[in-house]
């Protein structure tokens, strides 16, 4: 097989599937719908063109419960079919729900788009890629790997949507013997909670800073920790902290450390978070106590929360931490639609104060402190213009997190820089893989990846170039270019998932290095887009975000969401 095929378009007409392929010598193939079992139904493709009656796939009877995909085959070679960007986009528009038996059940067809590679792990006889002329082109992935996956489900009404049924979520007995056990497990933890909370005694004067995904303090929670200090708050407030690592540590541990959580958050009035909190999915506060998110990031086109809600990793409806927030503090009032979205939260509930880690970020006289320590540290950089290549990880968890090299062609960084600029690496903290900078390079190339605080060093940076980050939020307050460099821009839109694309960055947005190398010697950087972004994050209140924090949720004592 050495055409690619590619469904271009698909469209609903009733119980019609209609799909539109592209491809060399079309006829010349057999198609299948299959999935990872092994089951497979042929299907008619004429002039490019395939009807799916959902009904009758197989023949009489409707297609299980499961994820299919679409196969070609050719001279007794398999591979599946791949989907267009254009078409990928189309997807989230073609899910249907058919209602049946006094709409008492449904049957569900959805539409994601996959990676080939995940797709075929395990499975036997299928390439992943039909070849091509170029045997390295397939090696490239992204485009090439974005395959179109239909979920099929038949579903049933549930009368009790506030409970989860573990015997529809288990594959098999031990699975839902493990469920179980976690269900009880939990169960335990909230009631010790409770009882702890009840002997615990309450003076409105406590307050608990705390991360369960990072040590030491930091960012948002840090800075609120030095205000209150700054004001003397420390001496009528008894301020406690807890920092850990729980999402990476083994559920033994994790018990463990929540053995002393569960004794710190039963006596706090308020307590403050600046990311995911697992712990509260299993404990439920007492009224009387208020949670309070100080988000760690800024915001960024990644989805997370609720944002991804129906994609995998996605929070339950009810189960989530996120819904147990009183508060989330976010950069300026034109976010709190997005973090509406992202915590499902009531919008009244999302404070516009900006970011506490800010607060007299901007100041000149800090910013020349760190300009002077940095190049005391660094003096042979004084007299350059630093490039700062900061983009996010790939993977999706912590431990896979990775960022392919190979997309930074060191050479041509090379003879980018020239006499005039340095190209430094500052990757994301989860990418355990050291930048190998060829000897050659050096001079012109470094790895600042274990520097610091990127934040301050934006301080010296002259260009940003990163992809989907958040850092973007910080970094725009310098009024500096930023270049969106995301060769698998489409691949991971479409798989990972973001509240919005890159077409809405305020910056120039390339997909080829060579695009990069051209923004930064044309000196066409699109800093009109900038603008607006900044209006949007900022607000320009004039006041330091700890001392809202501070005066609102401390002082005045501001009500909390559960008391209604």
């Given at each position: 097989m050495r055409d690619n095929i590619v469904i271009t378009d698909m469209r609903w007409h009733n119980i019609y599937l209609?799909?539109?392929?592209?491809?060399?010598?079309?006829?010349?193939?057999?198609?299948?719908?299959?999935?990872?079992?092994?089951?497979?139904?042929?299907?008619?493709v004429k002039d490019g063109r395939c009807t799916l009656n959902i009904v009758n796939i197989p023949e009489t009877e409707l297609l299980r419960n499961g994820k299919w995909y679409f196969l070609a085959r050719r001279e007794g070679r398999e591979a599946l079919i791949h989907i267009s960007a254009g078409c990928g986009y189309q997807l989230a528009d073609l899910d249907r729900i058919y209602r049946y038996g006094s709409e008492k059940y449904a049957y569900i067809i959805s539409f994601?788009?996959?990676?080939?590679?995940e797709v075929l792990a395990g499975a036997e006889g299928i390439a992943r890629t039909p070849e091509t002329e170029d045997a390295g082109e397939a090696e490239k992935g992204y485009q090439e790997d974005m395959v179109c996956c239909m979920h099929t489900s038949y579903m049933m009404e549930n009368r009790r949507n506030d409970r989860r049924n573990i015997l529809v979520e288990s594959k098999n007995l031990l699975q839902l013997c493990k469920k179980a056990m976690f269900i009880v497990l939990k169960r335990m933890i909230n009631l010790a909670y409770q009882v702890l909370a009840l002997l615990r005694r309450r003076n409105g004067k406590r307050i608990l800073l705390m991360s369960e995904t990072r040590t030491p303090i930091g960012g948002n929670l840090l800075a609120l920790d030095r205000r209150l200090k700054e004001r003397g708050l420390d001496k009528t407030y008894q301020i406690s902290y807890s920092f850990s690592?729980?999402?990476?540590?083994?559920?033994?541990?994790?018990?463990?450390?929540?053995?002393?959580?569960?004794?710190?958050?039963?006596?706090?009035?308020?307590?403050?978070?600046?990311?995911?909190?697992?712990?509260?999915?299993?404990?439920?506060?007492?009224?009387?106590?208020?949670?309070?998110?100080?988000?760690?990031?800024?915001?960024?086109?990644?989805?997370?929360?609720?944002?991804?809600?129906?994609?995998?990793?996605?929070?339950?409806?009810t189960d989530s931490c996120h819904r147990r927030y009183d508060y989330a503090v976010v950069g300026g009032k034109g976010l709190t639609g997005v973090y509406e979205e992202v915590f499902g939260i009531p919008e009244d509930h999302i404070l516009p104060?900006?970011?506490?880690?800010?607060?007299?970020?901007?100041?000149?006289?800090?910013?020349?402190a760190y300009r002077e320590a940095f190049y005391q540290k660094h003096p042979e950089l004084r007299e350059k213009k630093l490039i700062l290549f900061?983009?996010?990880?790939?993977?999706?968890?912590?431990?896979?997190?990775?960022?392919?090299?190979?997309?930074?062609?060191?050479?041509?960084?090379?003879?980018?820089?020239?006499?005039?600029?340095?190209?430094?690496?500052?990757?994301?903290?989860?990418?355990?893989?050291?930048?190998?900078?060829?000897?050659?390079?050096r001079g012109r190339l470094c790895d600042f990846s274990d520097e610091g605080d990127i934040n301050d060093l934006?301080?010296?940076?002259?260009?940003?170039?990163?992809?989907?980050?958040?850092?973007?939020?910080?970094?725009?307050?310098?009024?500096?270019?930023?270049?969106?460099?995301?060769?698998?821009?489409?691949?991971?839109?479409?798989?990972?998932?973001?509240?919005?694309?890159?077409?809405?960055?305020?910056?120039?947005?390339?997909?080829?290095?060579?695009?990069?190398?051209?923004?930064?010697?044309?000196?066409?950087f699109e800093m009109e887009k900038l603008d607006g972004f900044v209006r949007e994050s900022f607000d320009g209140q004039g006041r330091y975000a700890s001392d809202l924090l501070i005066d609102s949720l401390i002082l005045n004592q501001r009500e909390g969401r559960r008391e209604i």
């Open positions: 209609n799909i539109t392929m592209q491809g060399a010598d079309l006829e010349q193939y057999e198609y299948f719908i299959w999935n990872r079992k092994g089951e497979r139904y042929p299907l008619e994601s788009v996959k990676d080939a590679r690592k729980t999402l990476q540590q083994s559920r033994w541990k994790t018990l463990l450390a929540w053995s002393r959580l569960l004794w710190l958050t039963a006596g706090q009035d308020i307590i403050f978070v600046d990311d995911y909190v697992p712990i509260f999915k299993t404990i439920h506060l007492r009224k009387d106590t208020r949670l309070v998110q100080l988000w760690h990031a800024g915001v960024g086109f990644k989805s997370v929360g609720y944002s991804r809600f129906g994609r995998p990793g996605s929070p339950h409806p104060y900006g970011l506490a880690r800010l607060d007299g970020y901007m100041e000149p006289e800090r910013i020349q900061a983009p996010t990880y790939r993977g999706k968890t912590q431990d896979e997190a990775y960022y392919p090299q190979e997309w930074v062609p060191q050479e041509e960084v090379f003879r980018l820089c020239g006499s005039e600029y340095v190209f430094c690496y500052k990757m994301h903290p989860f990418i355990k893989e050291k930048v190998h900078i060829d000897e050659k390079y934006f301080y010296v940076t002259d260009i940003l170039i990163t992809d989907f980050s958040s850092n973007i939020y910080e970094f725009s307050l310098q009024r500096k270019p930023i270049i969106f460099y995301a060769p698998d821009k489409d691949y991971y839109q479409l798989t990972r998932g973001v509240h919005r694309t890159l077409d809405e960055a305020p910056g120039v947005v390339c997909t080829e290095f060579a695009q990069v190398v051209d923004a930064i010697r044309q000196e066409k």
